[in-house]
């Protein structure tokens, strides 16, 4: 996989494959990759890209299970009958993606630093998510029979807490033994047109700090004990992909002006390669890999999204809330 | 232990018992439980109860073990100096009563709910604690060497999260092993004049919610597994308790107007049992026992003490940290 | 009117000149006051006071003007078609009361101390009102024409700006010319039974703090040459108005067991006057007038109630939103 | 001045015009600008830019007026040492630059959303400002006398109020008559070297929403009435800028290989030109001009600039306050 350029999106993974092949997306197959497309009216297109086995593993470089990646422009608008699609939309793919009974408990988890607005996507979510578990029996209203044991938490990131973020919740999970836990998290994408269009859903975990920092111990079934869901949204590009993508961008368009074999072909092909890189850390002095991208409306538009995922969330996890609820229990 | 009347510091509970044995708290002795008490200026006072046995545990309602109680009327005033004063007081008692080396690591957690204000000390106090744990010896700055390895956590509240919040402080124990708990929690005294002029330290835990709701899973070193340090602060009366008083005060006040024996007298003494608490339970109507009085400017005190308590914990951990660097390492 | 009594709802107020006539409210007629009352369904109680001339003002001691007052228990509570239910019916409360036309631009004034749980009301309100001014014709959706020209803003409070609240708005009214005010304040109950499940609606201003802090320069119509809709909950009780009425209550319970004329009565009476507030004073010190008394779920209490009005201001501002989009603009 | 390029910083708007002259910085001397540099230790930097008259205006786009400029690489750091004396020079240049009398009134505006971390500047550093014009003369410590009348707000931005920061302040103004503005707000850099390294003084002004939004109705002395100090620290880059950047580097890199005059570096050239705008837009779509660049550990960077900031202001302002005092009165 091309190195400079860093995206969360299993989606985005597989489009650089197949640019690599120079192949075009829709003809291209990659070994142990299987990827399908529908669309939701004219604005909402659901993509699955399943990894079957270590053969895909390697070739896109994302552990083997199911990737559902929701997309649309309006997700970021003011547009809320949208917005209600989508929750409809997301919260049927997250009841087909669980795997639970009745009686299962959930534990959602809020990953994310609540102090920088495109990080704080998971904690949002959480503060909107309904929690139940500590409600006695007699308490709860009436549909309480149609409301499932439903427990919440965001454990910071390490830079406030000092702490592996994957330690805490392992030791919370430990002391508490949710049957399932949903994480969700802000992510980066490769392109900017993804950014806060996109919901990657995922039965392989999530390493905390991915879309912020650094990666970290994953929380996943493998290093929790019991199955992980995580919803990642891109809030975010990494700044040095961006100015990577804009290198390949103008060099491509150089190309064009340029006869194949000549000394200045070869000069620009070798900028594609890798030798570029200190030319990116140059320019994002003294930042280097530590900076990101993001639009200017970001505090309204990961309000918007948290709504939607919080919806999706409530939603599908009780059966006394359905889609006529939308918003009725955010609060 | 009367009745109707609730408070969090051992301070009260003994003059309590003083009070009921009709004895002035100078002269009277309750067995098993020694109480001394200094002065440091003419403004603040520190009180050592020690419940020694059995015997005085169930005399003032409190476990063995050792209560430092600060006090002094400027803690909620915006006087810096006495405030430097209290934070050299406190944090020498801190190391005198942590029983800690070098190389121990140390998790504060902070207790109560950050969306009320007198509930929120504890996570405001975990936002000002330095936390290092984290950073790899060699990006320390130069003083690392008088670091100490701190992490620090704010669980949240059962009714934000629905996890019995000692479950969540012990599944992180359990999982990043730290030496020693130092938790920090808003109380809630008998009278309104110890609010904001109190500072408790005590080495037999704490209950979260105690302050605010109601008793939990205690957090202390039996169910955690090591030691707990617990301060907190008084930051609000349980309203039940104002009005019990209140009671007391008039019917004392009208004592003085009748003669012994007369059937009023009676009356009155009946009134000083506990056939009051119906009389209670009507004025809280709808609230009973969930309300509590706090002052006005509840916020800015808050953050006083919440910076004297950080202070004070920031010098008593690190070696490197001195009474001359008071608010260097808050930001 | 009784002093050490604090109440900023003009139906208590009625309630206490009544109770002063030793007559019970039903029945008993104050010159210059008129009071209807009507019930939805049979949680909802709807009160209209109006203080018609200068004798009803020096009688009830609010100004001339009308005082709605919505009240009912489940509005603290979680109960979302209750909660609905009271969004309709203020809605239409307020249309009425408002006296605008089409074109006429509103401004949204958030009162109060957002760093005070239950003070925090108004900035919470002001947050989820839908704000348009900003937005040019060709940006606005579709049904924009069926959107009204709003701004919202939350001054502080004195004690966060060092400025007169009433000034700041004034200022800012002077500046951008709104043809209505609409003023969000918390207030301050008599009776605890009042407390987050009373909603007042009056056209006579606010003044600033008053729930929370002393008597300002006024919020109305005289001083921002623009009319002004306050609307009001009462989310905490003075202390001293509480401790008041315990003395009444167990006064009055007393004199049921005295015979008249005795001396004892007499002395019982002379408590029920005004030699009683250094009691108080005592009871309270050091804080006396300046302490509150609320629930200890007010932070999710407080929450609930900004969605209800919110909800119920911007139905009522826009003809685009109705009923059916509660909670569909509130993000 | 270069288009596709943008910046607050009067330095960079002097090397941009001085790069086009294709001359080093030092040397050139551009007619009506003035500039000098002095160095405070071997950490910091002080950049006095004079824009002397209309031809200077023109030439660097910049109002006639005085621009001081700190520069430290230790800014961003927990280098508390260097943040002292980096408190110490900028509350000196403060004192130079405000032409106040001791009864002088001043007003601290907070420029910025609050939900934005790296716009948040503003309101961070007057939540840190000492406040003082509401206290009443008696109700002030001993060292009142040593107190200016210092009030402080944050008008929130367009997106959030629907009104013209600049008119809010001015209504403030209006009725407060504050003698002295200083307005505080987040910048944009063109290099990501400097930002959170550099606080740009100026006695011009400032728009609010430059560092994140389009350019508005300014703050300065002809539109308030009152002088206006701004001060801006640069926390993020602009995305079109970062990218122009980007390809201006790679070019410059590519006509190393290629020898002047070959078609090839004309065509370098003109993608040097205003050609290369529909490729950048081409990049960020569907954002365009809407992105911003900023680190990643942002939020603890702002808070300590803003405490850095709010201490300058502190001290300049108030006999009473000296470095002593360094933290002293942020709570």
């Known amino acids: 996989m091309k190195k400079n350029i860093y995206t969360d999106l299993a989606v985005e993974l597989h489009e650089l494959v197949c640019e690599e092949k120079k192949q075009v997306k829709e003809e291209y197959e990659i070994d142990g990759v299987k990827v399908s497309v529908s669309k939701h009216g004219d604005s909402i297109e659901v993509t699955t890209v399943e990894v079957l086995d270590e053969m895909g593993e390697r070739e896109i470089g994302k552990p083997i299970g199911n990737y559902v990646t929701i997309e649309s422009k309006s997700m970021k608008e003011n547009d809320i009958d949208i917005h209600e699609s989508i929750i409809s939309i997301m919260s049927k793919k997250l009841k087909e993606i669980y795997n639970i009974d009745t009686d299962s408990q959930i534990l959602v988890v809020g990953l994310g630093n609540w102090n920088i607005t495109p990080d704080a996507l998971g904690p949002k979510v959480v503060s909107k998510v309904l929690v139940t578990r500590h409600i006695p029996e007699d308490l709860l209203p009436q549909e309480s029979h149609k409301l499932r044991s439903v427990s919440a938490i965001s454990p910071g990131v390490m830079g406030i807490t000092g ?101 200045f072909y070869k000069m620009l092909d070798e900028l594609g390669l890798e030798n570029r890189y200190p030319l990116i850390k140059d320019i994002l002095e003294p930042y280097e890999g530590n900076m990101f991208v993001t639009p200017k409306e970001v505090d309204s538009v990961v309000d918007r999204i948290s709504n939607i995922i919080a919806n999706s969330i409530n939603i599908s996890l009780h059966k006394g809330i359905t889609t006529d609820d939308i918003n009725r229990y955010m609060y």
């Open 163 to 263: 702490l592996e973020t994957a330690e805490v919740v392992k030791g919370i999970v430990q002391r508490t033994n949710p049957d399932l836990i949903i994480a969700i998290d802000a992510l980066a994408s490769r392109s900017v047109s993804r950014i806060n269009s996109t919901i990657q859903i995922s039965d392989t975990g999530v390493s905390p700090g991915t879309g912020m920092g650094n990666r970290r111990m994953r929380i996943n079934e493998e290093n929790m004990g019991v199955p992980v869901i995580a919803i990642g949204v891109p809030t975010v590009v990494d700044a040095a992909t961006l100015i990577n993508d804009t290198m390949d961008y103008i060099i491509k368009d150089m190309a064009t002006y340029v006869e194949k074999n000549s000394d």
